[in-house]
């Protein structure tokens, strides 16, 4: 077995680039923090502008929140023209994305054959590809059966199967869970490696038989496989599915795609839009494939935390707009602060706790907003690492942070799907 894992293992090994590989070269990160309402209003119109489109990374929230945009070569002069005609003090914050996606592509351990992955030498400190993912939590099934299942939530649209893993004892009476999934974003990688090193933590630590006792957890570590591949051998910045394409464009944004105030605010209606919220609800086979798992156990799911990056933030519903709050949000701001704190323990690293709408940005037809909708009592978009950096050019990254990060990110997350954990352990 152990040699099998040496030989299986082909940690330099690049994927295999076609033609059509994204380089992205001279692509920068432009970022700007608007303090007036003027300077807030520029780039609002910038972001909802047709013309230009560019991809905002991280779109204007509000008042001193940075916004980042992410400019290819031919247009980044003018962007940063344009910013300072309105008074505004454009920092570049990644100069070539280029450079940053081949480096990603070194980050990538794979293995030739998914009967090669054994749970205890599993590299969580490196990205891997979608079928290692499903060969990692194939192969904790099957060395913990007693208390580790695998079940499938359905096909990706490219007939990738998506796993899930249930992690608790069987019991004879019906048991609250704690649900994670992750990728939903091909683009934010640390998502799933996140997800996969809180896998390992629970099923190799005898610490938590008492809590896997008395409830489930069901982690579902990559909800959008082909966009995740995608994202590997094609296009370092992918975010959606891979449906279409239309009007030329391939993709859907899937956390626009949930039939819970669908189209409401922060999606797009163009195809080609980063948040494209497809031409229907639950359009995209993703979306429904985890609708139909978490419809059916909303009365046992107390919990369900969706991992995304980046920005360091804790986000409860509602996200469709500011200032709407489920009725008990005291309650989930509580369970949030708990979260803070736990991650907060571990590095010193800061977490936002806050409504999505208020804090970050509204965005409805998401997939927390959903699991609220059904019922489901504690709901967070957890956005992971990076947060905002210091304004150095160059030291701070976006959906391609290094696999040096994963170990600090998943050691200080840990903790907070915990508090999430003993929350459903102990109620309400
Ligand atoms: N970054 C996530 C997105 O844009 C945040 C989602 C937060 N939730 C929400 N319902 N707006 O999809
Ligand atoms: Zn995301």
């Given at each position: 077995i152990i040699s099998a894992v040496i030989i299986g293992l082909n940690a330099f090994a690049l994927p295999k680039h076609s033609e059509d590989y994204v380089t992205y070269h001279g692509y920068s990160v432009i970022r700007v923090i608007p303090h007036t309402e003027d300077q807030f209003k520029l780039v609002q119109k910038l972001s909802e502008s047709l013309k230009y489109d560019f991809d905002f990374w991280k779109p204007p929230s509000k008042l001193n929140k940075p916004v980042d945009i992410f400019s290819p070569p031919t247009m980044t002069r003018q962007l940063i023209v344009h910013l300072k005609k309105g008074s505004l003090m454009p920092v570049?914050?990644?100069?070539?994305f280029g450079k940053r996606a081949a480096e990603a592509q070194m980050e990538v351990s794979s293995y030739k054959s998914s009967d090669a992955i054994d749970p205890d030498s599993f590299d969580f400190y490196k990205y891997h590809p979608f079928a290692d993912i499903m060969g990692y939590i194939q192969a904790v099934a099957q060395k913990y059966p007693s208390f580790v299942s695998i079940s499938s939530i359905g096909k990706s649209l490219q007939n990738r199967d998506t796993q899930l893993l249930k992690i608790g004892y069987p019991s004879s009476t019906a048991k609250n869970a704690l649900f994670i999934d992750a990728g939903?974003?091909?683009?934010?990688?640390i998502a799933p490696a996140t997800a996969l090193y809180a896998i390992n933590q629970w099923v190799t630590n005898s610490s938590y038989t008492d809590l896997l006792k008395a409830i489930d957890i069901y982690v579902a570590p990559s909800i959008n496989p082909d966009g995740y591949e995608y994202s590997r051998t094609k296009d370092r910045n992918w975010r959606k599915t891979r449906s279409g394409p239309r009007q030329n464009c391939y993709g859907v944004d899937p956390n626009r795609n949930f039939a819970f105030k669908w189209m409401v605010a922060g999606s797009s209606s163009n195809p080609c839009s980063e948040t494209y919220a497809g031409p229907s609800p639950f359009s995209e086979i993703e979306a429904t494939n985890l609708k139909n798992f978490l419809v059916p156990h909303n009365d046992t799911i107390k919990a369900y935390l969706t991992l995304h990056s980046y920005g360091e933030d804790i986000l409860y519903p509602w996200?469709?707009?500011?200032g709407q709050y489920p009725p008990d949000v005291n309650d989930l701001i509580a369970l949030g602060h708990e979260m803070y704190n736990a991650i907060k323990a571990v590095h010193g690293t800061e977490y936002t706790v806050g409504d999505s709408g208020d804090a970050l940005y509204p965005a409805s037809g998401a997939s927390d907003d959903y699991s609220k909708s059904i019922g489901i009592k504690y709901v967070y978009t957890v956005e992971l690492r990076p947060g905002d950096g210091d304004n150095d050019d160059d030291q701070w990254y976006g959906f391609d942070l290094p696999a040096k990060f994963i170990k600090p990110t998943a050691e200080e997350t840990f903790p907070a799907l915990m508090a999430a954990a003993n929350r459903v352990q102990n109620g309400p």
């Amino acid at each position: 077995i152990i040699s099998a894992v040496i030989i299986g293992l082909n940690a330099f090994a690049l994927p295999k680039h076609s033609e059509d590989y994204v380089t992205y070269h001279g692509y920068s990160v432009i970022r700007v923090i608007p303090h007036t309402e003027d300077q807030f209003k520029l780039v609002q119109k910038l972001s909802e502008s047709l013309k230009y489109d560019f991809d905002f990374w991280k779109p204007p929230s509000k008042l001193n929140k940075p916004v980042d945009i992410f400019s290819p070569p031919t247009m980044t002069r003018q962007l940063i023209v344009h910013l300072k005609k309105g008074s505004l003090m454009p920092v570049t914050k990644i100069r070539d994305f280029g450079k940053r996606a081949a480096e990603a592509q070194m980050e990538v351990s794979s293995y030739k054959s998914s009967d090669a992955i054994d749970p205890d030498s599993f590299d969580f400190y490196k990205y891997h590809p979608f079928a290692d993912i499903m060969g990692y939590i194939q192969a904790v099934a099957q060395k913990y059966p007693s208390f580790v299942s695998i079940s499938s939530i359905g096909k990706s649209l490219q007939n990738r199967d998506t796993q899930l893993l249930k992690i608790g004892y069987p019991s004879s009476t019906a048991k609250n869970a704690l649900f994670i999934d992750a990728g939903i974003h091909a683009r934010e990688w640390i998502a799933p490696a996140t997800a996969l090193y809180a896998i390992n933590q629970w099923v190799t630590n005898s610490s938590y038989t008492d809590l896997l006792k008395a409830i489930d957890i069901y982690v579902a570590p990559s909800i959008n496989p082909d966009g995740y591949e995608y994202s590997r051998t094609k296009d370092r910045n992918w975010r959606k599915t891979r449906s279409g394409p239309r009007q030329n464009c391939y993709g859907v944004d899937p956390n626009r795609n949930f039939a819970f105030k669908w189209m409401v605010a922060g999606s797009s209606s163009n195809p080609c839009s980063e948040t494209y919220a497809g031409p229907s609800p639950f359009s995209e086979i993703e979306a429904t494939n985890l609708k139909n798992f978490l419809v059916p156990h909303n009365d046992t799911i107390k919990a369900y935390l969706t991992l995304h990056s980046y920005g360091e933030d804790i986000l409860y519903p509602w996200g469709y707009a500011t200032g709407q709050y489920p009725p008990d949000v005291n309650d989930l701001i509580a369970l949030g602060h708990e979260m803070y704190n736990a991650i907060k323990a571990v590095h010193g690293t800061e977490y936002t706790v806050g409504d999505s709408g208020d804090a970050l940005y509204p965005a409805s037809g998401a997939s927390d907003d959903y699991s609220k909708s059904i019922g489901i009592k504690y709901v967070y978009t957890v956005e992971l690492r990076p947060g905002d950096g210091d304004n150095d050019d160059d030291q701070w990254y976006g959906f391609d942070l290094p696999a040096k990060f994963i170990k600090p990110t998943a050691e200080e997350t840990f903790p907070a799907l915990m508090a999430a954990a003993n929350r459903v352990q102990n109620g309400p």
